[in-house]
Every structure is written in C-alpha cells, then in structure tokens.
C-alpha cells in the first residue's frame, strides 16, 4: 500500500496518465489502466520512504488546532528560554521537515523514474511550492499562539497535560484540578475590551500565560516580541497592541480558521466596543448570560459612569485648551458607549431571563442563531 501511495505521488503518474488518456482530468478508468511495475529492489525502500513522508505530514498537520490529534502549540513543545528562542527553533524544526518531505519525494521520483526508464524524460526534482507542509510563519503562529492561549483559559487545553482537556456541554463535570499551571477562567467568559477594566479580561491573562510558560523575568521580552509579531504600531506599549489585536482582529483570524463554525463566541455590545467577551460554547450554559451581565456588563456599567465624572472634573479644571479638546472627546466617545452598553444590557436581560440551552448535536449554525444580534458576525455564521 505505501509503495503505491508513493507511485501515485510521484512525477511518474501524470506522464503515463497523460499518454494513457490525454485529458484534462483523469476518471477511475484511466486510473485502473496504470501500469503497477513492483520492482523488488526498490520496494523496501520506497516502502520506508513512504512511511516516513506520511509521519512528517502529520506531524505537521497535528501542529494545528483544528486536528483532531493537536496536543499543544509547537511553540511551547520547543521549551526554549523566552518566546523569540521557541519561535526561531519551531522555524527551524518546520525549515528541516519540509527539506526532508523534499529530499525523500526526490529519492522516490529518481527511483521510479530508473524502474520506468523514463531518464530522458523526467527528472526527480520536485519544486518547493509543491511541498505542501504548513510553513512557519511570525505574524500566524504567533496568531496561533495567542489562540492556543485563549483555549487554555477556557479550559480546553492545559498547560499540563497534552490534548484535548474539556469539550463537553454545559459546562459539565469541568474540573477546575486540571489547569494548575495556568488555571482555567471559572466562568468561560473572557472580556476583549479596548480598555483595561476586568482584571481577567483576555489581555491581563496573556501576560500570565506568557509567565506561566517562559517565567516572570522574560515577560517584557515576550511581550514586546509577541507585540511585534501582531503588526504593532510605533505609539503603542505591546500591552496596547495585543489588547487591539484582540478587541478587534482575533475574533476574525478564529472564524477564518474554523471555516465560519467558532467554538467561541463573541458577544458584542456592537460598532462602539463598548463590551466584548468571548464564551466557550462548550462551557455556556442556562446562567451563562445573567452570570455575564451581572459579573461584567453591570459593574461595567458603574465603572464608565466613574469615568465620566472623573473626565468632567478633569476637563472643569483644566486650563490647557488642547487637553480639554482632547478629554472632550474621550467623554464624547465614552457617552457613545454608554448608550451602547445600556442597549445590549436591556437585551442581554431579556436572553438571560429565558435560559436558552444548546444543544451541540444541532451544531453552530443553528445553536449561534439562538442569541439573536448579541453575538458578532451572526450572518456570517447562520447566513
């Protein structure tokens, strides 16, 4: 089986194909008419060979979340020092995989192509672009990472054991002993707001991700380059760009990567921003909702009050006209949000009060469109 997986593959298949049948797609037919040449010298060989392709395809594929058999990022797997250091080692790990699916593609083409005497003909190299790997990259695997991160607050990877830890429903036997190195969110609801006000927002608890995999004396170095990676901005702290990333970006990286079926959800107060917070689909419950209104959305509600006062007596003694300008306009945007958060809380109310359930077996498609415009991108899921 491995030897024909590997004929298959080879530059072989499309010159015999394209004489058998000279067309541009080949039926069961066509195929059937292959002329197999098992040649017991090379079988061994080509056997192997095919064995070891197989396992570097897979290795690379399990790198991702969205394989069954993922265990964790490859970044963290590499445990090198400081962030920086694992990323340039898993580029270098991805760099020797694709060189060795090259070379091993190449060794089979020069086989087959001496067992067909097709030397005149063909040649075994096989161009880099055809190397169908996943390559490493900065800006995605660092995307990739700070997603990784968000599953292990939402309890469903951890940092100490490998695979998939908690994908159940209803938040079920979910077992908080499970998450000691880096403990799971006790609720499953992570705020992605533009400003710092939860202290368990998503920004706050990738700091503590970073310390809890690299230590607390290289935080500031992982920041800064995980903040670089994500395209930051010469005026920002890295603390600024990741919250950015995450208020505004992340959620559309995580729908593109699971093809418009999120397992988390963004509730969203709307275009202001004003509340944001994402839920693990498998941890929400009946009380999710009134526990994410009445943890956040109501003290939310007090806190941008306090603000308000606070930027009206700012600006009351204030003499600088550019910073009353400038402080104006914050209490503008803020009052915006205000009435934003107002709305979404009274419908946030009225969700919570019916206790919607889901059913997963109904899938996100049709469980997503239980919550009406609370959540984001509700057409682009439902449709």
């Known amino acids: 089986r491995s030897y024909l997986l590997a004929l298959l593959n080879s530059k072989i298949l499309p010159k015999i194909l394209g004489a058998i049948s000279p067309t541009l ?32 395809g897979r290795i690379n594929w399990d790198s991702y979340e969205i394989s069954w058999d993922f265990s964790e990022s490859p970044i963290i797997r590499t445990n090198q020092p400081t ?24 060794e089979n083409n020069k086989l087959f192509i001496e067992a067909y005497g097709l030397q005149d003909e063909l040649t075994p190299d096989v161009p880099d672009e055809q190397i169908t790997l996943t390559r490493a990259d900065r800006e995605k695997d660092s995307q990739r990472l700070v997603s990784y991160a968000l599953g292990c607050m939402m309890g469903r990877y951890s940092l100490d054991e490998p695979g998939l830890i908690y994908a159940h429903a209803g938040n079920q036997d979910f077992d908080a002993s499970r998450y000691q190195k880096f403990p799971a969110d006790a609720d499953g ?39 670089e990676s994500l395209d930051k901005k010469a005026n920002e702290t890295a603390e600024d760009t990741i919250r950015r990333y995450l208020a505004s970006k992340f959620y ?22 004003a509340f944001q917070a994402l839920v693990y689909l498998h941890r929400y419950n009946e009380s999710t909702l009134a526990r994410m209104r009445t943890e956040y959305v109501m003290p939310l509600i007090s806190k941008m009050a306090a603000m308000v006062n606070s930027l009206q007596s700012e600006i009351e003694n204030s003499d600088s006209a550019a910073e009353i300008k400038r402080k104006e306009k914050e209490l503008q945007n803020l009052h915006k949000q205000q009435a934003e958060l107002s709305s979404f809380e009274e419908k946030l109310r009225h969700y919570a009060d019916q206790r919607i359930s889901l059913d997963l077996d109904d899938g996100v498609k049709v469980n997503y469109g239980k919550f009406g415009d609370l959540l984001a991108e509700v057409k682009a899921v439902t449709g």
Do not use: C
């Open 252 to 273: 559309k990286d995580h729908m593109q990567t699971y093809k418009k079926r999120p397992i988390y959800w963004l509730f969203s107060s709307g275009k202001q921003g």
């Open 25 to 56: 797609n080949f039926q069961s037919g066509d195929i059937s008419k292959f002329p197999v040449i098992m040649n017991k010298d090379i079988l061994d060989v080509i056997n192997q060979s095919s064995l070891n392709l197989l396992s570097i």
């Open 83 to 106: 962030l920086e250091q694992a990323f340039n080692t898993w580029q270098q790990q991805n760099a020797n995989a694709v060189a060795e699916m090259k070379r091993l593609e190449e």
């Open 189 to 227: 609801i992570i705020p992605l707001t533009e400003m710092h006000w939860f202290e368990d927002d998503a920004t706050h608890r990738i700091q503590e991700f970073l310390t809890a995999v690299w230590g607390k004396d290289t935080l500031d170095t992982n920041m800064q380059w995980l903040a």
